[in-house]
């Protein structure tokens, strides 16, 4: 059993940076690729950026490409997105989940667990 917290939303201005965290809980985290999506009001879910199981490979949405960064620290069960020249259109509320899988095709679900999101807005 995996529980997953993010934290790190907020309001920001265009251009600004904003790192959100994702806190996991229990033994087998190194077990799973671990993937941010994010889900805007009247959209549907939208794959972010993923993480292999030892954080050597990583694969990002072409949105994103280039202004955010996956990381993970397996020693502490975390992994975090650093967001940078932040867009109004990367306002959404941001999930990260697990699934056993690690997948370069833009995968959205199912997942093995889910965080419970957070918010992030970013202002013209």
């Known amino acids: 059993q995996v529980q997953l917290v993010e934290s790190g939303g907020g309001l920001v201005q265009a251009g600004g940076s904003l790192r959100l965290s994702c806190a996991a809980s229990?033994?087998?985290?190194?077990?799973?690729?671990m993937y941010w999506l994010r889900q805007a009001p009247g959209k549907e879910r939208e794959f972010v950026a993923t993480?292999?199981?030892?954080?050597?490979?990583?694969f990002y949405a072409d949105s994103v490409k280039g202004r955010f960064t996956i990381s993970r620290d397996n020693g502490k069960n975390t992994v975090i997105l650093q967001m940078n020249s932040l867009k109004p259109e990367d306002t959404a509320v941001y999930y990260c989940?697990?699934?056993?899988?690690?997948?370069?095709?833009?995968?959205?679900?199912?997942?093995?667990?889910w965080g419970q999101g957070t918010q992030v807005t970013v202002s013209s």
């Open positions: 989940a697990a699934y056993r899988n690690y997948r370069t095709d833009g995968y959205t679900q199912p997942f093995d667990y």
């Open positions: 993480i292999s199981w030892t954080g050597r490979s990583t």
């Open positions: 229990g033994r087998t985290f190194s077990s799973y690729a």
